[in-house]
């Protein structure tokens, strides 16, 4: 049970403490390699916990749990990972719903949209003046079948599978 506690609290403490999957596998490496588990089974799991699908930061957990502390390592490792997340996000829930009347509250939200458009331009200014060398006919060919789709009403997700298919065949 110490075990499990000890588990539950490292990535507790991991997970208030960083903001990102890939940030997290830092701190977990300097906080559990050589007290919890030894480098080559931490480099596996982080290996293994990157092959499957979902996120890699919550496998991790899940693995290391279960490497230290069986199927309660597990389970104490996945609580101390989506706890903190999951209350920050209630908290914002609350708050916006208790806010949701307030008419600042829609005036900020339509401030953001000119300011996420332009966002979305300047990130296409960058992709199609071809920083990275990327633009080519084939580019141009992908983003106009792409606004095509996207104009005859076409799902946007199914539009992005379809451009990545694209890609496949395109930039072999």
């Keep these: 049970m110490a075990r499990w506690l000890s588990i539950f609290w490292l990535f507790l403490k991991i997970n208030f403490l960083t903001t990102s999957g890939p940030a997290s596998v830092g701190l977990l490496y300097k906080e559990a390699v050589g007290k919890l588990i030894s480098e080559q089974d931490f480099v596996e799991s982080v290996g293994f916990s990157s092959v499957l699908p979902g996120s890699d930061a919550l496998q991790l957990a899940m693995f290391v749990g279960y490497s230290v502390g069986g199927l309660g390592g597990a389970l104490a490792a996945l609580l101390g990972s989506i706890l903190p997340p999951t209350i920050l996000m209630l908290l914002i829930v609350s708050l916006l719903q208790r806010l949701r009347g307030e008419a600042w509250v829609g005036n900020f939200v339509r401030g953001l949209a000119p300011a996420v458009a332009v966002l979305m331009v300047i990130v296409a200014w960058q992709v199609f003046r071809g920083e990275g060398g990327n633009t080519t006919w084939l580019t141009l060919l992908i983003a106009g079948l792409s606004l095509v789709a996207l104009l005859l009403?076409?799902?946007?997700?199914?539009?992005?599978?379809?451009?990545?298919l694209l890609g496949i065949i395109l930039f072999r």
Excluded at 155 to 161: D, E, F, M, R, S
């Design 153 to 164: 009403k076409a799902p946007a997700p199914l539009v992005l599978v379809g451009a990545g």
